[in-house]
């Protein structure tokens, strides 16, 4: 059972482009989140999303960020007209229905240069 | 807002020293959890506690728990040199949202 698959694990985006990143839960999970890391600091709740919803999604930006959990395939966090602050970690967790523990990923290493 | 802040901010000891993170949260809690995390590298988790429990062990490692005090420590005994790594208490508030709030973490250094 591979653990939580996150790709790209590292992704240069020039200011204004567009980045995608992907995550594929453990096999069985269907809850998925997404936190992000600044240097230095711990990680900040992004979103919560089961297949084809988004159950809460008060961690994300109100502009540029979106994310989705289609029924066939990845988890998607998309990140729309890049700044140099949104350079950070970004980290995925799958956990099954009705469980705390969450397992990670490796996470993308995004960097807008 | 941040809910874990652990203490201190950094810790360095010499291999085979003990190591105590302490952990402070700020609302109720379902369930406090520690995590490790090597430099560069994703979450690994180390041990989960319930609102309900007061200790916990699992291997060298030793949680402990006080809902009163609105706080948890991890002890580390026996540290070895690959014991580096941050180290980040995070809680959930339990219901149908199970997201974690995670403190800013702890750097622990292990001289060999």
């Known amino acids: 059972n591979a653990g939580v698959m996150q790709n790209p694990r590292h992704l240069v985006r020039r200011r204004g482009q567009e980045a995608r990143l992907r995550c594929s839960p453990m096999k069985g999970h269907s809850h998925v989140y997404w936190y992000r890391q600044l240097p230095e600091e711990g990680l900040k709740f992004m979103v919560y999303?089961?297949?084809?919803?988004?159950?809460?999604e008060s961690g994300m930006p109100k502009e540029r960020f979106s994310a989705e959990f289609p029924k066939e395939g990845p988890s998607i966090l998309r990140i729309q007209q890049v700044v140099r602050g949104d350079s950070a970690a970004y980290f995925c967790a799958s956990s099954p229905a009705g469980e705390t523990q969450a397992f990670f990923g490796q996470g993308t290493r995004l960097t807008v240069v | 807002s941040q809910q874990g802040e652990e203490d201190p901010q950094a810790l360095s000891i010499q291999e085979g020293e003990n190591a105590t993170m302490n952990c402070s949260y700020k609302?109720?809690?379902?369930?406090l959890q520690w995590y490790r995390q090597n430099s560069g590298r994703g979450l690994v988790h180390l041990i989960l506690?319930?609102?309900?429990?007061r200790e916990k062990h699992s291997g060298r490692l030793r949680v402990t728990l006080d809902t009163s005090k609105k706080s948890s420590s991890l002890l580390i005994t026996a540290s070895r040199a690959a014991d580096t790594a941050s180290y980040f208490c995070a809680t959930d508030g339990g219901g149908a949202n199970s997201k974690l709030t995670f403190g800013k973490g702890i750097t622990l250094s292990v001289r060999p």
């Open positions: 609302t109720s809690i379902n369930n």
């Open positions: 999303l089961q297949k084809e919803n988004i159950i809460d």
């Open positions: 506690i319930r609102s309900n429990e």
